[in-house]
Nanobody, 115 residues
Framework: QVQLVESGGGLVQPGGSLSLSCAPSGIVYGITTMGWYRQVPGKQRELVAT???????NYAASVKGRFTISRDNAKNRVTLQMSSLEPEDTAVYYCNAGTEYQNYWGQGTQVTVSS
C-alpha cells in the first residue's frame, strides 16, 4: 500500500529555519492538492499550507510570510520551507496528498522550536 514518506524536521532554535519534504512510497496517479498540516497534543490537526497541481498556494495566517510550500509534479514531491520559526510552531507535521478517490497521510514528523 502506498504511503507518504516524510523527511526533515527536528530541533531548531527560535528564528531558525527548517525544511520538510514528502513524496509517495510508490506510484500514485492523479494527485491534485498536496499540503502540510500540524498537530499539538490536545488540539485538532490544523492546516499549515497547501498547493494545487497548478501551483496555487494557500497558507494559514500564522505562517504566511514565513513558510513557503512548493511542489515537483513530476516526482509528486512537496516541500515546506520554514523560516523565522517560533516556539508556537512546535508540533507534529503531517504531509497530505489527495486524489479524486483517496486521501493519503504521512506518519508525521516532529518539529521542535526551542532554545
Amino acid at each position: 500500500q502506498v504511503q507518504l514518506v516524510e523527511s526533515g524536521g527536528g530541533l531548531v532554535q527560535p528564528g531558525g529555519s527548517l525544511s520538510l519534504s514528502c513524496a509517495p512510497s510508490g506510484i500514485v496517479y492523479g494527485i491534485t492538492t498536496m499540503g502540510w498540516y500540524r498537530q499539538v497534543p490536545g488540539k485538532q490537526r490544523e492546516l499549515v499550507a497547501t498547493v494545487t497541481y497548478g501551483g496555487t498556494t494557500n497558507y494559514a495566517a500564522s505562517v504566511k510570510g514565513r513558510f513557503t510550500i512548493s511542489r515537483d509534479n513530476a516526482k509528486n514531491r512537496v516541500t515546506l520551507q520554514m523560516s523565522s520559526l517560533e516556539p508556537e510552531d512546535t508540533a507534529v507535521y503531517y504531509c497530505n496528498a489527495g486524489t479524486e478517490y483517496q486521501n493519503y497521510w504521512g506518519q508525521g514528523t516532529q518539529v521542535t522550536v526551542s532554545s
